[in-house]
């Protein structure tokens, strides 16, 4: 059975950075992308950053030049380094991860909140 286990969340004020982490496990297959996405209250969940196994990217532009999006594949592992923080970024950020032979798998999601 796949699990996704998030951490690195928090609250931290303007300005300030926090980094996010999703390990995946309990698949055979390989990854095929690994990503983040955010949900702010009342709104829709949003793409924030994706990688694939060949480490192509595809950043949000409202992120671009402060977030950056990486791997440990060795670990299954992709981290979210979120710099620059704003209070617009205040979401629960979900890990999401797609595999090569099927199946497509979300996070249980973390709060981060930046405090103005």
């Known amino acids: 059975q796949v699990q996704l286990v998030e951490s690195g969340g928090g609250l931290v004020q303007y300005g300030g950075s926090l980094r996010l982490s999703c390990a995946a496990s309990?698949?055979?297959?390989?990854?095929?992308?690994m990503g983040w996405y955010r949900q702010a209250p009342g709104k829709q969940r949003e793409l924030v950053a994706v990688?694939?196994?060949?480490?192509?990217?595809n950043v949000a532009d409202s992120v671009k030049g402060r977030f950056t999006i990486s791997t440990d594949n060795a670990k299954n592992t992709v981290y979210l380094q979120m710099n620059s923080l704003k209070p617009e970024d205040t979401a629960v950020y979900y890990c999401?991860?797609?595999?090569?032979?099927?199946?497509?798998?979300w996070g249980q999601g973390t709060q981060v909140t930046v405090s103005s």
């Open positions: 309990g698949s055979i297959s390989s990854i095929s992308v």
């Open positions: 990688i694939s196994s060949g480490s192509s990217t």
């Open positions: 999401n991860v797609h595999y090569f032979l099927g199946g497509i798998y």
